[in-house]
């Protein structure tokens, strides 16, 4: 590709608008334009990259045995309906009417769709088992798009969809994926991890996600390299209590804390560790407000909460009337002792002595709080994220926290959906049998942001050699001036071209500088620079883009080292 015909515009100045550094290089090199929230334009370069994103998931998919077809994006509300999810998916669902006043969504996702499939198109064991997958457009309404094309509302994404007559064949297709992803990643060239993870919306027993791990990451996760231990935090289990409480050594009492309604406004004030307090969240419940107690330096984990009977899914704190009915008081003050709601305690809680709780009454705390002796301490639960520190499940390890972006999900769903749907086949038996299923997505356009993510620095983006949108760049120097150099770099790009690489050839009039920074903040991975003084010697100047030394090669040389 010749750059002056390639239409790029590149630009230094970094966008106000982009807060994380992959998406501030996507606007900068020219990857992306955004059309409005969350929803961009792929240009000519970033296309390059996408596609060959798209190659390597397409030929591990087949690879792997699955067959692509393509599904439609707009999905009809009766078949939403029938699954149950038309009033479960809430507002991340995008709801359009048509002319005879008849409600579709633009998929978010396809279960329903290739469930509606299978049940028209399987009559057998003997078609199973089977593995349909599509690369395509999806919508999410998401509350906050960002971070470009990492949390976007339309995306594009690889999904696949197994089916197996038994539980024993849905293993063996998860564990195939579970191979494939493993394959396309390593390809990919990007630094990855697996985790155990919830199955959220979708539903359905086993699931584990695949994360890129780059420190802007969403998501936080739990491991520990020495048991083999790796999940999601959202779903990263904390043991129960088992040690031995320290005996009360402080008497009960309640102590006057004016205006500390936050947990830092009260350990100042009574200069006391948040370790040694406990928060009481008041959420709403299903059947009225329900109050959740954690130490004072945790974090509520939402997925555990919502978990709980009787809390209220999306997870959502109580308002003021709600908690004035449970607490007798304004919010910020609230604590166990006393309240009119079901109260939940955080298996951390179990191990404190001497504690400081909220009185119930405005700007008033206990202190010297103890179970057994000043409140009952019920069978405690799980309710928190885990920290850095906290044992491994099994109790041998410790867990470290990293930062990661989810490329990839797969999950058994089991049978939520084919009995919904009704999709059955006949088994060897000739008798009617439920279809296991499992499904399997990669973000195809967030592994871009969350390649880019992974591999920058000052001067651009260091692309994987696998995803660049070209391999190498030719920058002449003295172009328009020198024949000699013409007649060199043409006959270069010729050669580089027809040897199959994707070449792109700087012939913009512009100074080597401009170039050379275009070049980096592309990052194109190998670098060519034809100049007459080289030339002379027969040499060109070599470097890869995370060299920060060029070296001197034989003209000659140059086809073998980009393809060795
Ligand atoms: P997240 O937790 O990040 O919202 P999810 O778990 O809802 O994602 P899945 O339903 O598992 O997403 O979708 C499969 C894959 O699609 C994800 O692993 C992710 O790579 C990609 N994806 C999901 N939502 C988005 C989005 N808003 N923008 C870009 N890619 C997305
Ligand atoms: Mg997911």
Known sequence: MRYSKFGLTTQKEVPAEAEIVSHQLMLRAGLIRRLTSGIFTWMPVGLRVLRKVEAIVREEMDRAGALELLMPAVQPAELWEESGRWDQY????????????????????????????????????????????????????????????????????????????????????????????????????????????????????????????????????AYCDADGYASNVESAATLPFTGERAAPARDFEKVATPGARSIEQLCKMLSVAPEQTLKTLIVAGTDGPVALVLRGDHELNTVKAQKLPGVATPLTMADAADVIAATGCEPGFAGPIGIKVPVFFDHATAALSD???????VDQHFVGVNFGRDLELPATVDLRNVVAGDPTPNGKGTLSIARGIEVGHIFQLGTKYSEALGARVLNQDGKEQVLEMGCYGIGITRIVGAAIEQNNDENGIIWPDALAPFQVVIVPINLQRSA?????????????????????????????????????????????????????????????????????????????????
């Open 90 to 221: 809430g507002n991340l669902l995008l709801r359009l009417r048509d002319r005879h006043e008849r409600d579709y969504c633009f998929g978010p996702t396809h279960e329903e769709v290739i469930t509606d499939v299978a049940r028209k198109e399987l009559r057998s064991y003997k078609q199973l088992p089977l593995n349909w997958y599509q690369i395509q457009t999806k919508f999410r309404d998401e509350i906050r798009p960002r971070f470009g094309v990492m949390r976007s509302r339309e995306f594009i994404m690889k999904d696949a969809y197994s089916f197996d007559i038994d539980a024993e064949g849905l293993e063996a297709s998860y564990q195939a994926m579970h191979a494939a992803y493993t394959a396309i990643f390593k390809r990919l060239g990007l630094t990855f991890r697996v985790v155990d993870a919830d199955s959220g919306e979708i539903g359905g027993s086993r699931s584990q996600e695949f994360h890129v791990l780059a420190e802007s990451g969403e998501d936080a996760i």
């Open 355 to 361: 504690f400081v709780v909220g009185a119930n009454e």
């Open 484 to 564: 000699i150099v013409r007649e060199a770099s043409e006959q270069l790009y010729n050669e580089l071209s027809s040897a199959g690489l994707d070449v792109l050839f700087d012939d913009r009039d512009a100074r080597p500088g401009v170039k050379f920074a275009d070049a980096e903040l592309l990052g194109i991975p190998h670098r060519l620079v034809v100049s007459e003084r080289g030339l002379a010697n027969g040499e060109l100047e070599y470097r890869q883009r995370r060299d920060t030394e060029s070296r001197n090669i034989k003209r000659e040389e140059a086809l073998n080292l980009l393809q060795g």
